[in-house]
């Protein structure tokens, strides 16, 4: 069964730190191109960042120097850091994996493999 499972979610106050974590079983990381998106209350998913096999990355102009996506293949994880967090990033936040190495995407449909998603409170 191929599955990705999110973690590293929690309450934290505006401006701070959470780093989130997506572990792959079942399939190799290696050869997937991975992105995490988050969805807010009553609002549609958006895709905030993704890492290609070789670590090329784009980000959601809103998250951009404040989110650093990584990649690590041999313990089969990708991670999401978030310095600075303010309220409007509080979601419900996933990851997912699409089968095409090479390239990065954003776009939802792309990707076919997905995480249960972790949530993320900022809030004083």
């Known amino acids: 069964q191929l599955q990705l499972v999110e973690s590293g979610g929690g309450l934290v106050h505006p401006g701070g730190s959470l780093r989130l974590s997506c572990v792959a079983s079942?399939?190799?990381?290696?050869?997937?191109?991975i992105a995490w998106f988050r969805q807010a209350p009553g609002k549609e998913r958006e895709g905030l960042s993704c890492i290609s096999r070789i670590s090329s990355s784009t980000y959601l102009d809103s998250v951009k120097g404040r989110f650093t996506i990584s990649r690590d293949n041999a313990k089969n994880m990708v991670a999401l850091q978030m310095d600075d967090l303010k309220p409007e990033d509080t979601a419900i936040y996933y990851c997912?994996?699409?089968?095409?190495?090479?390239?990065?995407?954003?776009?939802?449909?792309?990707?076919?493999?997905w995480g249960q998603g972790t949530q993320v409170t900022v809030s004083s």
């Open positions: 997912a994996a699409r089968d095409r190495p090479y390239g990065c995407s954003r776009v939802e449909r792309e990707y076919d493999i």
């Open positions: 079942g399939f190799t990381l290696d050869y997937h191109s």
